[in-house]
């Protein structure tokens, strides 16, 4: 066992896509800086990030009914939708400027139009999902949605899922064109490479154990070499934790004030994944219903064609189910060791107020493949069990912590927790995760480097042409922006590489 120390000024603990977008970002706005990446697993996107643990869907509100919640009056809060469409236009732009920069010479090696659909049955849901489709289609951004509730016009959209229904329950349904997939672990690994092409040290096989402040104000990180056994001590002007599920236990070594009174809970996830081709062939849409009364929002049922492997795939997913562990690698103990002096009463208070979500839970990992079977034939009436496989998603974990509403109160989005000085940043939650990948690095940007924003803003203007401007106050700019970064994405023709 050997002692090394190791000076550098940023280190990315964590090569997910959240560490790959900011090391891309940095890289162009401070190419001299070194930057170093510690890994505990073998390569890049290997956790939550890769294509096989998420449901690849590029979030930009399109087709998620939770990000659209009625109001007392009955009319439609479309706040949190117009939002996320607008962080989803960041990411467009920055990966438009990798194509463009040749960065990324292949666009649809990781990103692919696909309509995105909205569906309900019901006379109730049916009404909520017309004035949602009226409220949004105000919005320049949500511009080219239909809504139909023609039995012709939704078999034309989704003959599968209209096949053999036998309900007489009214159903409807929105769609839009201009939806994606996105493989989020093949964006990954792009990125990753470009990094390693600029000087960045990638550090595959070694995982962070601790990190401390010194006595002049850097950042001491201890990594373990998992190959050779040894350990090395690097230090840092900058340190960001994006070790996803992760993040949560290295953000409470740091000991920074802002990182107490959090907790973490994590909800796992199982997808069905259909084998027969002739199946997958029948369906072009990601189709997204509503959460079950009682299920949290990320456990909305969707069926999803994907592309992954060069390959056109079909998911129906997820089920929520429960374990203990923050990685899809990680150990039982995860969520027991997570528990500290500081949160215990938030993570208690958590406890009692979450019971519905609990008993969720429990029924969700207590349902038999039959009974999977029962809710994706809610979605495709002629399903076979015989096509139909499973395969386990990624960790997802949401942060629970003391609000204005209450002690210990779980959060769905995503959470950016700094140190007062900047120089640490950890990222926290899952939703809507990756799609919001440049917005949310942005944001660690603002707040752990505000003394060179001014300086880096026209660079970040030519990379983001919309940074800092509202693209539903200016639809010709949207226009714009939209148009340029569908043709830099290679998403305005509909391609036919895949099968
Ligand atoms: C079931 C599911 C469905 C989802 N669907 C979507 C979707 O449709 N669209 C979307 O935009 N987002 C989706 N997400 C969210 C998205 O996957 C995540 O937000 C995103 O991948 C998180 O990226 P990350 O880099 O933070 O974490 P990760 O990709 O998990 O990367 C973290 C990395 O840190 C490493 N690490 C952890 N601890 C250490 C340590 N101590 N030392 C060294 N390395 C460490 C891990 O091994 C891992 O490689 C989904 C997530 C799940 C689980």
């Not at 769609?175 to 997939?181: A, E, L, P, V, W």
Request: glycine share 8%; proline share 5%.
């Amino acid at each position: 066992m050997s002692s090394i120390q190791i000076k550098t000024d940023v280190i990315l603990i964590g090569a997910g896509v959240m560490s790959a977008t900011l090391g891309s970002i940095l890289k162009e706005l401070a190419p001299a800086w070194e930057i170093k990446v510690f890994e505990k697993l073998a390569g890049a996107g290997e956790e939550s990030s890769n294509e096989w643990n998420n449901a690849g869907t590029g979030h930009a509100a399109l087709c998620e009914l939770n990000y659209t919640s009625e109001k007392s009056d009955g009319s439609i809060d479309i706040s949190k939708a117009v939002s996320i469409n607008e962080q989803f236009q960041l990411s467009r732009q920055f990966w438009s400027y990798l194509v463009k920069s040749s960065v990324i010479p292949n666009p649809q090696e990781f990103i692919m139009p696909i309509p995105h659909m909205s569906m309900v049955q019901g006379e109730k849901d049916v009404n909520f999902l017309k004035k949602r489709f009226k409220a949004l289609s105000k919005n320049p951004l949500f511009q080219g949605m239909e809504f139909s509730e023609d039995p012709d016009k939704l078999k034309e959209w989704i003959p599968l899922i209209m096949e053999d229904r036998t309900s007489n329950e009214p159903i409807a349904a929105t769609k839009i064109d201009s939806g994606t997939d996105v493989n989020f672990g093949a964006l990954t690994r792009i990125l990753f490479d470009h990094l390693k092409s600029k000087n960045v040290e990638v550090n595959y096989k070694h995982s962070v154990k601790d990190i401390k402040r010194t006595d002049d104000g850097l950042w001491k990180v201890k990594v373990h070499d998992i190959d050779s056994g040894k350990t090395e001590y690097h230090t840092a002007r900058f340190v960001f934790i994006g070790g996803g599920g992760g993040s949560l236990p290295l953000l409470q070594k740091t000991g920074i004030p802002e990182s107490k009174h959090i907790g973490g809970f994590p909800v796992s996830g199982l997808f069905m994944v259909c084998n027969n081709p002739e199946v997958v062939a029948r369906h072009h849409a990601k189709v997204y219903g509503k959460a079950k009364l009682g299920a949290p929002p990320m456990s909305v049922p969707h069926l999803d064609t994907r592309y992954i492997g060069n390959k056109k795939a079909l998911l129906f997913g997820p089920f929520a189910g429960f374990s203990p562990k923050f990685l899809k690698t990680g150990s039982n103990l995860d969520l027991i060791l997570s528990v500290k002096p500081d949160n215990l009463l938030t993570m208690l208070a958590a406890g009692v107020k979450e019971m519905a979500l609990t008993k969720y839970l429990i029924q969700q990992v207590m349902l038999s493949n039959e009974q999977r079977m029962e809710e994706l034939r809610e979605f495709i009436p002629t399903a076979k069990s015989e096509d139909w496989s499973i395969v386990v998603a990624g960790q997802r974990v949401q942060v629970i912590k003391d609000t204005a509403t209450g002690r210990g109160t779980l959060q769905f989005g995503t959470e950016v927790v700094t140190a007062a000085d900047g120089s640490v940043a950890a990222l926290l939650g899952a939703s809507p995760g990756a799609s919001t990948a440049v917005n949310v690095m942005l944001e660690v940007m603002e707040r752990c480097f505000p003394q060179h924003m001014k300086q880096w803003e026209p660079k970040i203007k030519e990379m983001i042409p919309s940074y800092g401007v509202s693209l539903t106050e200016n639809p010709e700019l949207f226009h714009e922006i939209h148009t340029a970064t569908a043709q830099a994405l290679g998403l305005s023709e509909k391609k036919t590489v895949f099968s």
